[in-house]
């Protein structure tokens, strides 16, 4: 999976370099791109100069992270070689109707280390409405430049977990003998400053 997905990547932005009428590139990435680090729960904010860590991933065996996050880096790396311009959309899960069912791999993928990105105050979820109007505004906007956080509900309470997974139902649910406790709530860490610009206008 993440060789096809870091050549795929490369095979996009070298077709789009290669044709003269190309004016941006928008590539859509991964907020698991940017969250998984050793020591992200140290950090107090997490913004679009973060990467995942590659050792990290394999480690934990995040094969979709790391999928996401080389072919990030492969992307940017030809683009810059190749002098394009390009703008990577950092989506958080994408949720909306069907979405989960119609993308059940990509889903679970997104979800796997779920608890430590809720505890970390990294988890995040983005509509697929509001994420295509993103990629539209990056693209007609003439300023953007660089990485963009897209997300528009972070998890961070016990309550907002819950609906998530309520969301995410049949794909995954709570456990049968589940007791709502409602105490703990983490830290938010990530950080929309470039994605609050674009959706105003003011990027």
Same mark, same amino acid.
């Given at each position: 999976?993440?060789?096809?997905?870091?050549? @795929?990547?490369?095979?996009? $932005? !070298?077709?789009?370099? *290669?044709?003269?009428?190309?004016?941006?590139?928008?590539? +859509?990435?991964?907020? &698991?791109?940017? #969250?998984?680090?050793?020591?992200?729960? +140290?950090?107090?904010?997490?913004?679009?100069?973060?990467?995942?860590?590659?050792?990290?991933?394999? /480690?934990?065996?995040?094969?979709?992270?790391?999928?996401? &996050?080389?072919?990030?880096?492969?992307?940017?790396?030809?683009? =810059?070689?190749? /002098?394009?311009?390009?703008?990577?959309?950092?989506? @958080?899960? $994408?949720? @909306?109707?069907?979405? +989960?069912? *119609?993308?059940?791999?990509?889903?679970?993928?997104?979800?796997?280390?779920?608890? *430590? =990105?809720?505890?970390? @105050?990294?988890?995040?979820?983005?509509?697929?409405?509001?994420?295509?109007?993103?990629? #539209?505004?990056?693209?007609?906007?003439?300023?953007?430049?660089?990485?963009?956080?897209?997300?528009?509900?972070?998890?961070?309470?016990?309550?907002?977990?819950? /609906?998530? &997974? *309520?969301?995410?139902?049949?794909?995954? +649910?709570?456990?049968?003998?589940? !007791?709502?406790?409602?105490?703990?709530?983490?830290?938010?860490?990530?950080?929309? /400053?470039?994605?609050?610009?674009?959706?105003?206008?003011?990027?």
């Amino acid at each position: 999976m993440i060789d096809l997905e870091v050549r @795929g990547a490369i095979n996009v $932005v !070298e077709a789009c370099a *290669q044709t003269d009428t190309i004016e941006k590139i928008i590539f +859509s990435s991964s907020l &698991t791109a940017a #969250i998984w680090r050793e020591n992200i729960c +140290s950090q107090e904010d997490v913004d679009e100069r973060s990467w995942s860590d590659q050792e990290f991933c394999r /480690k934990l065996k995040l094969w979709y992270a790391l999928a996401k &996050t080389l072919s990030e880096h492969a992307a940017w790396a030809l683009a =810059m070689d190749r /002098k394009l311009n390009m703008v990577s959309i950092n989506a @958080g899960l $994408v949720l @909306g109707p069907g979405v +989960s069912q *119609q993308n059940r791999l990509s889903t679970m993928s997104y979800l796997k280390g779920v608890a *430590q =990105m809720y505890e970390n @105050g990294v988890l995040a979820s983005v509509d697929v409405n509001f994420l295509v109007d993103v990629h #539209i505004r990056a693209f007609q906007d003439r300023s953007t430049c660089g990485r963009y956080f897209c997300f528009n509900q972070t998890v961070h309470t016990e309550e907002e977990a819950v /609906k998530l &997974t *309520q969301s995410l139902s049949p794909l995954i +649910s709570l456990p049968q003998r589940y !007791e709502y406790q409602g105490s703990e709530v983490y830290a938010e860490r990530l950080r929309t /400053k470039k994605l609050n610009k674009l959706v105003e206008g003011t990027a």
